[in-house]
């Protein structure tokens, strides 16, 4: 049987042949010509494909390189040979590793922009002309009632605005200003800060609210001060109290009754003096809030079986508010009080409450006495000031440290008509940042 017929035996037979040709006739330098003829040509084969090879590696290479500059850190396909293998082997290492940095600064970027969006400061980023690159959230609830107005010059926009506001933008230091809100003064600190950003000057302004803050030192100041004149007096009335009762013993012989007058005289007055002493002391130590979950309606009818001469309205949609009973409830007398001593009818005198859904409460209570001076109206809830002429200057002192305890805001002004309304405010149920923001909105927007 013959072998069987191989394609290959086309190719090998001849070639063969043509060797077998070359060593009999023993022409080595034909043999050698065709051989190296013949390893340049499958070499160049070789080199030409491996060239095709490395030329899309290095395409590849090249494109990767350019989204690298565009901040695209995308892998390069793999799978060349030789050194350009380890190239791009490199080129994905440090890709991943840039697209680490990367997420680690997206995250970074975006973290800090929630920590300055949620800042109880407004923060704006004003370009060199003016313009709004960026206002966080109390910024833009501050001056433009929630609107996001970026791009809009802030420095156009100040020209209807009070004077002190105006004024604190184009000095060139920082500083206090205090306008009017509403009627009532609101104390301000404006920071300002310039620098450059893409080449480009920038200046950023932080305005943070600070009355609250400085009526809170005020009234420390003043609880510190009644300490100590509390402790000097009652080392001094004990004494005093000590010796009557020393004098009685030895004066009871006397039977004119004289010094018995004299000295119930001094115990009545040291008395006297004492629980004026003493209702000093209560509103310096006046303890934090016990905030609980209050029936209105419980609430208010205590209330009136305690002054049952006041007309209570009520418009609470939710029954149950929070704040701490037995506080609020020391608030509506003293201000219920108040307003009886106004002097005004007392079928006038009212109290209005309303409770909306998160359980922001609100006191309000009004009567139709002779009012307040403004000169008065600045200065009724300080401590000492009163223009009674037996009056402590506690009771309004009292109620608003009371009510900014609770992260709430009291504010009293003279009604249309006659009279004076006292307004309370509190917080619901949810946790929140009560402080104070009163708003300075720019007229022109």
């Given at each position: 049987?013959?072998e ?10 001849p070639?063969a042949l ?15 010509l ?5 390893v340049?040509f499958a ?16 395409g ?7 989204q690298?500059s ?8 793999e799978?060349?040979?030789?050194p350009?293998?380890v ?7 440090l890709?991943s590793?840039l697209?680490?940095?990367q997420?680690s600064a997206?995250?970074?970027?975006q ?8 800042a109880?400061?407004?923060?704006l980023?004003?370009?060199g ?16 009632e ?7 010059n802030?420095?156009?926009l100040?020209?209807?605005?009070q004077?002190?506001l105006?004024e ?6 920082d500083?206090?200003?205090t306008?009017d ?7 301000y600190?404006?920071?300002?800060r310039?620098f450059e950003l ?5 200046t950023?302004l932080?305005v ?11 009234i ?13 007096l009652?080392n001094?009335?004990a004494?005093i109290?000590s ?25 009545e007055r040291a ?8 209702g ?35 418009s ?8 701490d009973r037995?506080?609020?409830?020391q ?5 219920l009080?108040?307003?009886e ?7 006038a ?15 309000q209570?009004a009567?139709?006495?002779?009012g307040?001076?403004e ?10 000031y ?7 200057g ?6 608003r ?11 009293i ?8 309304s ?13 402080s104070?923001r ?5 007229s022109?927007l």
């Amino acid at each position: 049987m013959g072998e069987p017929h191989m394609p290959g035996n086309r190719i090998a037979a001849p070639i063969a042949l043509a060797t077998a040709s070359l060593f009999e006739s023993k022409n080595w330098l034909q043999f050698t010509l065709f051989a190296l003829l013949f390893v340049l040509f499958a070499g160049s084969i070789v080199l030409v494909l491996l060239f095709r090879r490395w030329r899309r590696t290095i395409g590849q290479i090249e494109r990767g390189l350019e989204q690298y500059s565009k901040a695209n850190f995308a892998p390069v396909p793999e799978g060349s040979v030789g050194p350009f293998d380890v190239l791009v082997q490199k080129l994905n290492a440090l890709g991943s590793n840039l697209r680490e940095q990367q997420h680690s600064a997206e995250q970074s970027e975006q973290l800090l922009h929630t920590l300055i969006d949620a800042a109880p400061m407004a923060i704006l980023l004003l370009e060199g002309t003016g313009e709004i690159e960026y206002a966080n959230e109390t910024a833009r609830e501050l001056f433009f009632e929630g609107r996001d107005l970026a791009r809009t010059n802030f420095i156009g926009l100040l020209s209807e605005a009070q004077a002190p506001l105006r004024e604190a933008v184009m000095d060139v230091n920082d500083r206090l200003f205090t306008v009017d809100v509403d009627s009532v003064l609101e104390t301000y600190h404006l920071a300002k800060r310039h620098f450059e950003l893409h080449g480009n000057s920038h200046t950023l302004l932080m305005v943070k609210h600070l009355t609250r803050e400085l009526r809170r030192q005020e009234i420390d100041i003043w609880k510190k001060l009644i300490r100590v004149l509390s402790h000097e007096l009652n080392n001094s009335l004990a004494p005093i109290t000590s010796l009557v009762h020393s004098a009685r013993v030895m004066t009871k012989a006397d039977q004119s009754g004289k010094l018995e007058r004299v000295f119930c005289t001094i115990e009545e007055r040291a008395r006297h003096l004492q629980g004026f002493i003493e209702g000093y002391a209560k509103f310096a130590r006046l303890p934090d809030p016990r905030r609980e979950h209050v029936n209105i309606g419980d609430f208010l009818g205590h209330i009136e079986s305690l002054v049952p001469h006041v007309r209570i309205e009520s418009s609470a949609t939710p029954s149950t508010a929070y704040f701490d009973r037995s506080q609020l409830e020391q608030v509506i007398i003293n201000l219920l009080k108040n307003a009886e001593e106004a002097g005004g009818p007392v079928d006038a005198l009212t109290m209005h409450v309303t409770v909306a859904k998160n359980g922001v409460t609100t006191f309000q209570v009004a009567d139709r006495g002779p009012g307040m001076s403004e000169q008065v109206l600045k200065h009724a809830m300080l401590p000492f000031y009163s223009t009674k002429e037996r009056g402590s200057g506690l009771g309004l002192a009292l109620c608003r440290e009371i009510v900014e305890a609770h992260g709430g805001t009291i504010k009293i002004e003279n009604r249309s008509g006659g009279g004076l309304s006292v307004t309370c405010v509190l917080p619901g149920f949810e946790p929140q940042d009560t402080s104070a923001r009163a708003k300075l909105t720019l007229s022109r927007l």
